[in-house]
């Protein structure tokens, strides 16, 4: 059963607009939590990364947030660009020394429009 | 940029070849890993190696085998191809770092492999 659920599964939005993805996990116990950003067609690139004690972490239109007791990171989006258009993954791991298990989720896959 | 490259970018081969899938790194990252990813699922760890002559399985149960022999290169091969090994190849590296924040992967663009 995998441990990091991700929703929306699909969102269509027009540029310029907000949005906000959702993960959900069960990964425990817990380290860190990344959110990855996958381009058709090439590898995940690290977007933002969160231990239990951060609740909130920006990267420029990028903002992730962190809920270690509900188990919930989301990931905002501000001012959505049609570069934006990829899919997000959020990765958990169960310990942050070197032999942390990663577990991923499926994805969101965004679709920006103009 | 990371610095970590795969080829070849698209394979489309016969049941029965054998193929070996590239990986290189020129971080020096002692940690390289073998991912298997299919559309809308979320990917899967085939092999992982913690440095030179170390190579283990990972989760997802696969027929390829994996070499290190120096610390950039990290080949992935098959011996002998099946339509069930359609799927995409990502390539993966970190370096070991002993805090919460763990280790960050730099991924390559991945190897789509088609087995007819």
């Known amino acids: 059963k995998n441990q990091v659920e991700q929703s929306p599964q699909s969102l269509i939005i027009l540029e310029g607009k907000n949005c906000t993805l959702q993960?959900?996990?069960?990964?425990?116990?817990?380290?860190?939590l990344r959110w990855y950003k996958q381009d058709t067609g090439r590898g995940p690139v690290s977007l933002t990364i969160m231990t239990f004690s951060e609740n909130t972490k920006s990267n420029g239109r990028y903002t992730a947030t962190l809920d270690a007791d509900t188990k919930q990171s989301s990931l905002h989006i501000t001012a959505s660009q049609l570069s934006d258009s990829a899919s997000y993954i959020c990765v958990v791991s169960d310990r942050g020394s070197t032999l942390g298990r990663l577990y991923f989720g499926r994805g969101t896959q965004l679709t920006v429009w103009p | 940029e990371a610095d970590i490259y795969q080829t070849p970018r698209y394979l489309v081969i016969g049941t029965g070849k054998k193929i070996t899938l590239e990986c290189s790194q020129t971080m020096g990252h002692d940690k390289m890993y073998w991912y298997q990813q299919d559309p809308g699922m979320e990917l899967h760890l085939i092999h992982y190696s913690y440095g030179v002559n170390s190579t283990e399985k990972g989760d997802l149960s696969s027929e390829s085998t994996v070499s290190r022999i120096r610390t950039e290169h990290f080949p992935l091969t098959l011996e002998s191809a099946r339509p069930s090994h359609t799927s995409q190849y990502l390539c993966?590296?970190?370096?070991?770092?002993?805090?919460?924040?763990?280790?960050?992967?730099?991924f390559g663009s991945g190897t789509q492999l088609s087995v007819l």
């Open positions: 993966a590296s970190s370096l070991s770092t002993p805090t919460l924040r763990g280790e960050k992967l730099f």
């Open positions: 993960c959900n996990y069960t990964v425990s116990p817990f380290s860190n």
